[in-house]
């Protein structure tokens, strides 16, 4: 089975959320349903047309998100930051241009690489060429600060890049359009390290290490056992786990829902209708992504824009 280079860091920090498919295919792509996956293809479309190149690259990339929505048929005031994230294609897209064309002349998007002996493969954001090397640059859209998981994909990128090249990238860069590009410090044996420990890993069992920076992204979360046994004792959780004992409907749509968790009554308010389904009373039901506040025993939930749930 086949890791991928996002898998390989999710493997290294808790390898029961690493996924592995039967074959290295891209995934075939589909109409966004968030602002980064949007991003992205704006930047995609942006690279590979040759605005980067244009006299006003953040006005060209700003113009790429129109189209890239326009052509996916996607009404962006529907994604949660939308507004926010138009704008920094803006005001970050002179930056990006400039960091590409400091590596090299030629640059390409979405490019596949694949190590069929080690069963590793990879889509990088963006390769920039030049004769002795080249870089590659992770697009970062969001607040994901882990460090280390990225750091890990960006090597096994760097391994896949050496392995179809016989070069090494003269660097890795994580390009974040909050905070602006972060150069990465690796040598080959950082690479080569890193594919050591990611092959041992391969071997070992699937165990889960709960922490609340990974599990925020972790796809698996909502059916992750050892994630709802630890959550319970995180400082500052963001997530509710309780059966149903009273559903309202609000003037606004939303609705809230009170759970009876293990230890108190407790309300989770603002439910659009499609996160709360077919939730009945005496469902067991669990919320990630919601806003707690108040003390821990008589705490109050308010959903946001990614909250999930799922009927256990
Ligand atoms: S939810 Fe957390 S503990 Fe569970 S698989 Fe994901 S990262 Fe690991």
Not at 186 to 208: H, M, N, T, W, Y
């Amino acid at each position: 089975m086949w890791l991928s280079a996002t898998s390989a860091g999710r493997l290294l920090h808790c390898p029961a959320s690493a996924s592995l498919v039967s074959a290295p295919d891209p995934v075939p792509a589909s109409p966004p349903g968030n602002a980064g996956t949007l991003a992205h293809f704006a930047v995609n479309a942006w690279v590979e047309g040759g605005a980067w190149l244009s006299d006003a690259p953040g006005l060209s990339l700003q113009d790429c998100w129109d189209s890239e929505a326009a052509r996916w048929g996607v009404d962006t005031r529907r994604l949660t930051e939308s507004v926010m994230t138009r704008s920094r294609l803006r005001s970050r897209g002179a930056e990006l241009a400039a960091l590409l064309q400091s590596v090299g002349e030629t640059a390409r998007s979405e490019v596949s690489l694949r190590d069929s002996a080690q069963l590793l493969y990879g889509q990088v954001d963006i390769v920039v060429n030049n004769q002795d090397g080249g870089a590659i640059i992770d697009l970062r859209t969001g607040a994901d600060s882990q460090t280390e998981r990225v750091r890990t994909q960006l090597l096994v990128y760097a391994h896949l890049f050496r392995h179809e090249t016989n070069r090494l990238p003269d660097a890795l860069i994580v390009f974040s359009l909050r905070h602006g590009a972060e150069q990465i410090d690796f040598s080959e044996g950082d690479i080569d390290g890193v594919l050591k420990r990611v092959q041992a890993a391969r071997k070992q069992p699937s165990l889960a290490f709960p922490d609340p920076a990974g599990c925020k992204f972790c796809r698996r979360r909502l059916r992750c056992e050892p994630h709802w046994e630890a959550a319970s004792a995180w400082e500052d959780p963001d997530c509710v786990e309780g059966v149903v004992s009273r559903m309202e409907a609000a003037a606004t749509s939303l609705m809230a829902i009170r759970v009876d968790t293990i230890s108190a009554q407790q309300w989770v308010t603002g439910l659009a209708s499609s996160v709360v389904g077919g939730l009945k009373s005496g469902d067991t039901v669990r919320f990630t992504e919601v806003a707690g506040k108040g003390e821990p025993l008589a705490k109050e939930w308010r959903a946001t824009r990614s909250t999930r749930s799922a009927r256990v």
